[in-house]
Nanobody
Framework: QVQLVESGGGLVQAGGSLRLSCAAS????????MGWFRQAPGKEREFVAT????????YYADSVKGRFTISRDNVKNTVYLQMNSLKPEDTAVYYC???????????????WGQGTQVTVSS
């Protein structure tokens, strides 16, 4: 079975930085796209960023473009989300997920991690 495990969440002040990691196991992911989503209390899950294992092409939500960077290490089967210039509205549980093709739609993703909490204080 495929397992995705997020880590790196925590508490940071507005304007600060944080790097999230997602370790994948149970399957080779060379043909998959990986994505980051986030969900705040009372809100629906929101797309953040996605990347292809092969080629490394990326796509970002407008709300994080220029501040967040998604990357991957194919050897380690790990995807990262570097978050800079954090804002209080970035506060949410962040999830990584795997899809057969790159997409910004949560329904297209087949596997999900357990999530990691990111809290940005003002």
């Amino acid at each position: 079975q495929v397992q995705l495990v997020e880590s790196g969440g925590g508490l940071v002040q507005a304007g600060g930085s944080l790097r999230l990691s997602c370790a994948a196991s149970g399957r080779t992911f060379s043909s998959y796209a990986m994505g980051w989503f986030r969900q705040a209390p009372g809100k629906e899950r929101e797309f953040v960023a996605t990347i292809r294992w092969s080629g490394g092409s990326t796509y970002y939500a407008d709300s994080v473009k220029g501040r967040f960077t998604i990357s991957r290490d194919n050897v380690k089967n790990t995807v990262y989300l570097q978050m800079n210039s954090l804002k209080p509205e970035d506060t949410a549980v962040y999830y990584c997920a795997a899809a057969r093709s790159r997409s910004s739609e949560a329904a297209r993703y087949d596997y999900w991690g357990q999530g990691t909490q990111v809290t940005v204080s003002s």
